[in-house]
């Protein structure tokens, strides 16, 4: 799956995709209609625009990534380039394969300017035992109360990557829990942050989502 959508070109503009939540019902997530993070601005972007924001972000956890290429792949990348693109992918599969294999093969993605503070009571902790042992949601405002983290960083810096069956949400978070857990329980920092994120559209359940319930 992850190396076919990694093979894809840069996809056209895409009508909102109208999902039947009848996962979503099951598991309902509370949202401010107001600061909706459909209002903000999508534009579509190929998945290696994806890949290297993933990359960056993991960068400093993983010491193999270190052994295994030049930190001038990500700073000096470019996206035209299928050897870099091929390198890239190998890369992020070594660390985040498993995480991958359950993204649906179809998703598109959007470049988002901007996700804020007040967009937080859409998104939802990713479904891993690590998140959804916390609540019975995992939505992201009631994780940071449940379980707050230390907040390092310039947010403004990060790129969170989202997930979601079309523009309306929830979103899960893919890339970027701990951060926007941190984030979430900051009062000051969280009212006065603006991140560019990566959104992945799918109308397929995918098992990090908790609403579609696939595990």
């Not at 509370?30 to 290696?48: D, F, G, I």
């Not at 924001?53 to 700073?75: Q, S, T, V, Y």
């Not at 690590?130 to 960083?153: K, M």
Request: glycine share 6%; aromatic share 8%; net charge neutral.
């Amino acid at each position: 799956m992850f190396s076919g959508c990694l093979s894809r070109k840069p996809i056209a503009p895409l009508c909102r995709i109208r999902y039947q939540r009848q996962f979503e019902a099951r598991q309902p997530c509370v949202m401010n209609a107001a600061v909706q993070l459909s209002a903000e601005a999508w534009a579509p972007c190929s998945v290696q625009a994806v890949v290297l924001a993933f990359l960056k972000a993991e960068w400093d956890k993983w010491p193999l990534l270190h052994m295994l290429c030049d930190r001038g792949l990500l700073d000096r990348a470019n996206l035209e380039d299928p050897v870099q693109n091929s390198l890239r992918a190998s890369l992020l599969w070594q660390v985040r394969g498993m995480l991958w294999q359950h993204v649906p093969s179809d998703t598109e993605w959007f470049e988002v300017r901007h996700l804020t503070g007040v967009h937080f009571g859409q998104l939802l902790n990713i479904h891993h035992l690590d998140w959804s042992r916390l609540t019975a949601t995992n939505t992201l405002e009631e994780v940071a109360q449940v379980q707050p983290e230390p907040l390092r960083g310039v947010p403004d810096e990060w790129q969170p990557i989202l997930w979601a069956h079309d523009q309306d949400g929830p979103f899960t978070i893919l890339e970027g829990n701990h951060r926007l857990t941190a984030l979430a329980g900051a009062a000051v920092e969280r009212q006065n942050s603006r991140m560019i994120a990566y959104v992945g559209l799918s109308g397929k359940p995918c098992g990090w989502h908790r609403p579609d319930r696939l595990w």
